[in-house]
């Protein structure tokens, strides 16, 4: 395994976050809660792809005026794997949801719906803040007991579709663009025993609509694709939108645009330097 990485500060990491795009290559963000050291990664099997990916996160760091000059490091297979290990632990979201590491032993309250999950090289663990946002969303709504059906945009590790799975909602499908991350999603599914049709696809097409939709993507992304994402949503009692992956400065802007196609907030969650929305069709 290869990381390229740059260690910037916070708000510029965002920055960075926010516009990347470049050469297919998927940007992630590093926080050490205890130093608050900040860093902008990117990892790939192929150590020949490691100089355009380097050469992707300079440019995009000149975009916004910084000069940066990422590091390359070359990890054996088994260090890899210690290596996210050991930063994913079990995560109580509430006293009805928790997730835990395929690895780690752990024993529910009473009542309680755990998600095992290896995310592998997937984005989505639970830990990252719009994740958690989502799942308190997902935990919410599965609370007013209506059986519902679920798409799941941008799936990741397939965390958010399994734990609404079961949780009780039905049917659930779910996509991402990535073929790497659907094959570790369905992989998650069949280990939670949860019935989730995964497969490839993209934000830019409307979908089979839904009763619930979740997109955990990015602010940018969720503007320019509102129209799509709309019409996703099915138009049924109880409906409901949520969007996260939204840095909170530019929250206002997603609310709108998706204010012009008819969907009002019900209610937000901040978490660090994110914000996630629960919408309804007004």
């Given at each position: 395994?290869?990381?390229?990485?740059?260690?910037?500060?916070?708000?510029?990491?965002?920055a960075?976050?926010?516009?990347?795009?470049e050469?297919?290559?998927?940007?992630?963000?590093?926080?050490?809660?205890?130093?608050?050291?900040?860093?902008?990664?990117?990892?790939?099997?192929?150590p020949?792809?490691?100089?355009?990916?380097?050469?992707?996160?300079?440019?995009?760091g000149k975009?916004i005026?910084?000069d940066?000059?990422?590091?390359?490091?070359v990890?054996?297979?088994?260090?890899?794997?210690?290596?996210?290990?050991?930063?994913?632990?079990?995560?109580?979201?509430?006293?009805r949801?928790?997730?835990?590491?395929?690895?780690?032993?752990?024993t529910?309250?009473?009542?309680?719906?755990?998600?095992?999950?290896?995310?592998?090289?997937?984005?989505?663990?639970?830990r990252?803040?719009?994740?958690?946002?989502?799942?308190?969303?997902?935990?919410?709504?599965?609370?007013?007991?209506?059986?519902?059906?679920?798409?799941?945009?941008?799936?990741?590790?397939?965390?958010?579709?399994?734990?609404?799975?079961?949780?009780?909602?039905?049917?659930?499908?779910?996509?991402?663009?990535?073929?790497?991350?659907?094959?570790?999603?369905?992989?998650?599914?069949?280990?939670n025993?949860?019935?989730?049709e995964?497969?490839?696809?993209?934000?830019?097409r409307?979908?089979?609509?839904a009763?619930?939709?979740?997109?955990?993507?990015?602010?940018?992304v969720?503007?320019e694709?509102?129209?799509s994402?709309?019409?996703?949503?099915?138009?049924?009692?109880?409906?409901?939108?949520?969007?996260?992956?939204?840095?909170?400065?530019?929250?206002?802007?997603?609310?709108?645009?998706?204010?012009?196609h008819?969907?009002?907030?019900e209610?937000?969650?901040?978490?660090?330097?994110?914000?996630?929305?629960?919408?309804?069709?007004?």
């Amino acid at each position: 395994m290869t990381r390229i990485s740059c260690p910037v500060d916070g708000q510029n990491a965002d920055a960075l976050f926010e516009l990347f795009g470049e050469g297919g290559f998927c940007l992630s963000t590093w926080r050490d809660a205890e130093t608050g050291e900040c860093a902008v990664q990117i990892f790939t099997p192929d150590p020949a792809e490691a100089p355009r990916a380097a050469e992707a996160i300079s440019s995009a760091g000149k975009a916004i005026g910084l000069d940066l000059h990422p590091q390359i490091d070359v990890f054996p297979d088994e260090d890899w794997s210690l290596a996210y290990r050991k930063w994913f632990h079990v995560d109580e979201i509430s006293p009805r949801l928790a997730v835990r590491p395929a690895w780690e032993d752990y024993t529910p309250a009473p009542g309680q719906t755990v998600v095992s999950l290896d995310p592998g090289l997937a984005f989505g663990t639970g830990r990252h803040e719009t994740t958690r946002s989502c799942l308190k969303f997902i935990d919410a709504l599965a609370a007013e007991g209506v059986r519902r059906s679920v798409l799941d945009m941008g799936t990741g590790s397939g965390i958010l579709a399994i734990a609404a799975r079961k949780l009780g909602f039905a049917p659930v499908r779910a996509f991402d663009f990535d073929p790497v991350a659907v094959d570790v999603a369905r992989e998650n599914a069949a280990a939670n025993g949860a019935d989730v049709e995964f497969y490839e696809d993209s934000i830019e097409r409307p979908q089979p609509p839904a009763d619930i939709v979740l997109a955990n993507i990015l602010g940018p992304v969720l503007i320019e694709h509102a129209a799509s994402v709309c019409a996703s949503v099915a138009g049924t009692p109880g409906s409901a939108l949520v969007l996260s992956g939204i840095l909170t400065s530019i929250y206002p802007e997603v609310a709108a645009a998706y204010a012009a196609h008819g969907f009002r907030q019900e209610s937000e969650i901040t978490d660090g330097e994110w914000t996630s929305g629960l919408f309804r069709q007004a």
